[in-house]
Structure formats: C-alpha cells, structure tokens
C-alpha cells in the first residue's frame, strides 16, 4: 500500500505563505501523478494542482492559478505546495494525492487512486 502524509499546515494571516508538504512511502510505482485538492468545512473537496511524473508539467485551478506552485522530489517522494498571497478563501483541508501510471496531469477526485489525512490551512482576515 501507498501511504501519503500531509504537513505544514497551520494559521496564517491573508496575504501570508505556507508550504505544504507531502511525504509518500510504501510501495510507489516509477510513473505518478501528484495531486493536491482542498476541502472546505460543508463543502465538496475541489482541485488545487497536479504536478506530472516528469516534474515539469503542471497544471492548476483558476483559483491559485499565480499563487500556488506545486513540485516534486522524486528521489524523496515528496511533493510541495507553495502557498502564497493566501486569502481567507483559501481555508480548507488540503490533501494531497497519487495516481500511479500516469503520464499527465489528472484533475478530477476520481482519477486518484492513494490519498493522504490532509493537513489544516486557515487564512485569517
């Protein structure tokens, strides 16, 4: 099984910075796609960002399109979240996501096979 742990979360001030970080061990395949999606109290879980397997493609949500930047060491298995000019609107769980055998940069909750506990981000303003 593949595990998948969240981390960096926390409390920040609108127009503050956070990095997330997502640790994986287990059994991991040579091609994955590494997602993050956030979930807002009452809310259904939304797309964030992807990063490819080769760690040069990305793709992201509208929303943080310009503020968020995801990337991947893949030597660790990790993948960050970059978080920057949060807004209160940005407060979620964030959970990050693997999808094995993917060439491309998946966005639908559907598409992940592993998820992480997700991590808490609150944005006050």
């Known amino acids: 099984q593949v595990q998948l742990v969240e981390s960096g979360g926390g409390l920040v001030q609108a127009g503050g910075s956070l990095r997330l970080s997502c640790a994986a061990s287990g059994r991991t395949f040579g091609t994955t796609a590494m997602g993050w999606f956030r979930q807002a109290s009452g809310k259904e879980r939304e797309f964030v960002g992807v990063?490819?397997?080769?760690?040069?493609?990305?793709f992201y949500a509208d929303s943080v399109k310009g503020r968020f930047t995801i990337s991947r060491d893949n030597a660790k298995r990790t993948v960050y979240l970059q978080m920057n000019s949060l807004k209160a609107e940005d407060t979620a769980v964030y959970y990050c996501?693997?999808?094995?055998?993917?060439?491309?940069?998946?966005?639908?909750?559907?598409?992940?096979?592993?998820w992480g506990q997700g991590t808490q981000v609150t944005v006050s303003s």
């Open positions: 996501a693997l999808e094995p055998n993917d060439y491309g940069t998946p966005y639908r909750v559907y598409e992940y096979d592993y």
């Open positions: 990063i490819a397997w080769n760690g040069r493609n990305t």
